[in-house]
């Protein structure tokens, strides 16, 4: 038998292995009725090099926790993936033939629970930056462990995804943290959906990623080049690598080498035409029985070397403590007592403490900010910085890169860390998409924003949230916090760490006030009763955060003036599960927020909100102008009750 | 006197009044108790000389449409500008020392309404791609005009800024677009908020510019070099421009050099200290009047020129019209009778066809897509592709750049057009901060989001809307149209371009359904009755978009069963003015969206939505799975009725 060595690989069969590949691809769009023809055409090359002669995986535990990884940016061409999974054994013909329908293992974009899937990919450039926080990840956990997590991340995107802000700002970080275990495969077809891509970008892309210290490389799209050339990008190792490889989108298609080949299923015509050139049977669903047994057997030999690797540096490590919890996937973490004062700090200054309370015991929280870790206090006292020089730091710079913060920190967490970032609430704008994956991965990430009002201080609608913390919580899955006091702050980071779900932690710029009458307890239920009712005719008041603070204050001015009531403090809407109905007893609810009163929806319609843009003003001045002083408050209020 | 030429400048007396504009700024911090001394001190020269030295403005016509733009994307410097304004008594002593108090003409970060103050900025990145669209729109009106309106584009922003992503979005394509009209004035002083500013990136800053086409020029912080740096840029004339000017932020104080200068205000003593650097007498708000008379005369002078220059011009002009509207503010437009025919097609070709019809009439409406206009369907027909070779044309590839397509439109809008861009309603979360500068600044921008539910084909939840309807309707100022089908799509286009708001246009991928009994007038109330009641028992029924024709059935379905019910649609929810309540007559009401149920608050609290992400499915294997059939819909409002 013909045994293929790393010196001498038989790159016939794999041509014909790659037009196999892409063969199954079309078959699945074609028999699914939509997808993206022209990428399959053009990356299948990429995919089935980088699985047959790199990816380290085990194919008997697809967990296996130094697996390479693979994310596939350019997420519209997974067909290709799928045709891989096939190969593998990981999928069936009747996964293949389910391509797009409805729960089935095969959906139209790589999401997980698919074999092979290592991020939920399809808004462009997410997978660029999700990719630089798995090598990150890697990177901490490799210096932790002595060197026994040595994987790859593999990333690939076509040319035009790179027109994406999010690349550049997760690029250039992955440069100047000389992330060297990173490998950018770049689809070079030069057209986008639109147009030639040349149209919207004369960007010179060699020099691009040599400004942000990257090896560059560049090849053909034979499987021998590409082969050589990510041996090449592992062997210099001193860089991260980008390999540019030209393509031709919608390759022997009618369509070739056009914008019409993005979103192309081929026709029967056409279809045929392709199989022909691609030395292929017209029948569909059909593979070279040799080829695919081949791949298998390289994959299968590869994987089962590296997990023999991995085991015997495994059996060698002293404290197994970390690597076992990336293991087990035990990303949880249990606040004991805790030694914290309150000595009128403020909230995000006491954040900071239990922040950093947390990190001295449970070395998988590691994070940073995009620049303004200063003022949200999320630096890690006890840590130093994660740069090229120290991998064992905690404190990542991500620099003014909100965006790419976001999406770093989600491949963090799909590399089993449990990871944050931080800015103010306003600028959380720049990262809803990258929330948005958080959310829809259900990873472990905690989002700390802080300056959440119009009390911002004096910098002007720009800076103050209004709509931002609504639009948090209208993402699915994912826990907004928005504790008032110290003891709601407490039972945040309880919950927060005790689950596992994506959260925000919302806090305000300077309050530093703190309740008798609050509990920790209450953030499990989402919402509770703050200050009881004193008669049996009340009316009841809701708020959460600082805005809490001033509603204590109104309570007390009403019950004086002989306005009996309740109130209630949110410090997280999804965790609510009790009807709130019977909880106000049927009276009049009233919800104060500094934001978009919509976030009362489904509590209630009679809010005192904010439907305008804020001010540049002190805050004395700003909650006069906009009717948040105790004296209006009440005023609204009674007016309110008028009605 | 001594004659201030182009050949022979006193640039002793400059430094001096770089001094006193540094010293005047910061006494405005000093006494607003708050503000950002560290870019003050590094700016000012760069301020200084751009304002004696280039900037073509009329000080007794500020809304000259020929001026200059000066962006200050570095928004916290804004200090220095209104110096500049008291140089030219466009602000008064009075005006800086109320500097961020509220309603003052002095806010922290730069607003619209502030003499010379282009763009309400703050929020980093945003300005670089504003100026972007300026500059776009000077070479557009330029050529329409024969030559008219050649007017300067200069942006200022620290070299933390260029982190952003959406700074490589918009100076890409301003690369591309080769806008040789453009000057980025880049304070280098290499430290950010956090750190120094090679901890977060290790980034070429010359070669990423090189990369697209800039030209690239060094120099230090002198006037005279930053002069001669702006002339150069001036004279080579075949691209675009950045200027890296060498500084040291919070120069002179004891934050020099270092991250802690940021959001500096000196204390007495620092202040004192400074102060004897600068040369400057420790009486605070003083400035030498010589400094200050020669500054303005020297503005005043070339500003009148200019004036000349373009009034000149303006005369032999042949056809005014374009040139008159821009001058006048006439950017709304009347749509007359339409010539178009439903013809079964789906409603974003029919929006496509109006956006056409208008387009040929009107010629502010300029715009594109972000790599999504053949989908979108808002390619100009009888119009070219905008490029560096055509500045006539009007379809603009902004490339897959959703963020930089905001923020570029709102630099055209403000610069007198009516410009749009397009992407997919989910893609609309890349966009957020710079749709709500639009909001911010009430610009008459169009954005139009197709694709807009889970009924995008089988693309899945990374493509499929759920929050986004109405996390868009939370931001203030911001009209959100979902027309269902032509009748609707019309009134929704009426009043778009009417009217001088921002707006977004939100539609189906595929609905081509069109309605006997849906009204184009139905969009200016913002909500109108569709199907009447017929007993005096019945069901209010809410819906818009496509969800309206799915109701339209079930309401037919609730009926044949003894359901009495109207169905009200909603084509603009922040057009609603009436009190619904009323409206609704007290009778049961239910909303039905495809999208999260808050989108209700304020009208119904019984809603049919959905709080989790899609599936990879077909549209029909979709609603069907979330319970949007005719036959689950009747059952779950009947199970509602119970309630």
Redesign the interface.
Known sequence: MFIIGKEEKNYEIDEKGVNNLRGLALDMIVN?G??HGGIILSSAPIVYTLFKYHMNIDINNLDFVNRDRFVFSA??GVPLLYGIDYFLDLLTLDDLKSL?????KT???P?FGTPLVDF??????QGIATSVGYAIASKYLDKKTNNLVDYYTYVLCGD??L???????SL??A??LNLNNLIVLVDLNEV????KL????????K??F????FNVIECDDSVKNINESIETAKNKNDKPTVIFIKTKIGLYSKYEGT?KAHGMVPDAEDLKNIKEKLGLFESSFTVNASVVSEFKEEVLERGKNKVLEFEEKYQKLENKDLIDKIIQNKNTYSLGNLDIEYDRKSLRELSGELLNIIANDFDLLIGG?A?????CKTNLKEFD?F?SSNYLGRNI?????E??SAAIINGMALAGLRPFTSTFL??S??M??GI??S??MNLPVLYIFTHDSITV???????QP??QL??LE????LKVYRPFDLNELIGCYKEIFEHKNPSCLILPRESKEISEYTKSSGVVDGIYEVIPNDTDNFINLIANGEELGIVLKVSKNLKEIGVDNKVFSIPCKKNIKINTNELFMGRKTIGITLG???Y???IT?DVIGM???G????NT??LE?FGFTEEKLVNQILELLKK
């Open positions: 699914a939509s997808g997420g519209h797009r329908k409805i729960n089935s959906p139209g974009h999401e939920s990919s399809g808004a462009l450039g035009g995804e027109e994406e802000g999010i690349t550049y700002e250039a970080l440069g100047t986008t959906l639109d147009n040349n149209v919207s970008s004369s960007e010179d892309l020099k691009r040599e400004s942000i210290d914008n900010s620049d303004l870790s200063s003022s910085t740069s710079y991500f620099g003014i890169r965006h790419a306003v600028f704008d720049y809803r998409t948005r994956e959310a829809l201080g004096r910098d002007g609608p720009l800076h209004i709509e609504t639009s209208l993402i699915p899955n978009s009163p919509n009362f929806f489904n319609n439907n305008e843009f001010k540049s003003g002190s001045e700003l102008e």
